[in-house]
Nanobody
Framework: QVQLVESGGGLVQPGGSLRLSCAAS????????MDWHRQAPGKQRELVAR???????NYAGSVEGRFTISRDNAKATVYLQMNSLKYEDTAVYYC?????????WGQGTQVTVSS
């Protein structure tokens, strides 16, 4: 069953912006921290940003000041606003959460930064 669905990826020039969305089922979203991860070709998947159920945020140093994670609890949706994009931001971006020792992943959305 599909419980996390990402959207909003695409092709963007360096310095541009994209906004990713992740729609979750209510049972998965409610009371959970939500994460964005990314995986570039030839690299390990890395945590990009996290937002707690209370709205406290954390970012990887490489995106701090450029990316903003937010959540809309009424819509059970988490967002990742990406500004000042760089070539090294090119990756597949995944929405993720964990609940009751179970990991839930979205299918991923491709972000390509290219001039």
């Amino acid at each position: 069953q599909v419980q996390l669905v990402e959207s909003g990826g695409g092709l963007v020039q360096p310095g541009g912006s994209l906004r990713l969305s992740c729609a979750a089922s209510g049972s998965i979203f409610r009371g959970n921290a939500m994460d964005w991860h990314r995986q570039a070709p030839g690299k390990q998947r890395e945590l990009v940003a996290r937002i707690s159920s209370a709205g406290v945020t954390n970012y990887a140093g490489s995106v701090e000041g450029r990316f903003t994670i937010s959540r809309d609890n009424a819509k059970a949706t988490v967002y990742l606003q990406m500004n000042s994009l760089k070539y090294e931001d090119t990756a597949v971006y995944y929405c993720h959460t964990i609940k009751n020792y179970m990991n839930y992943w979205g299918q991923g959305t491709q972000v390509t930064v290219s001039s």
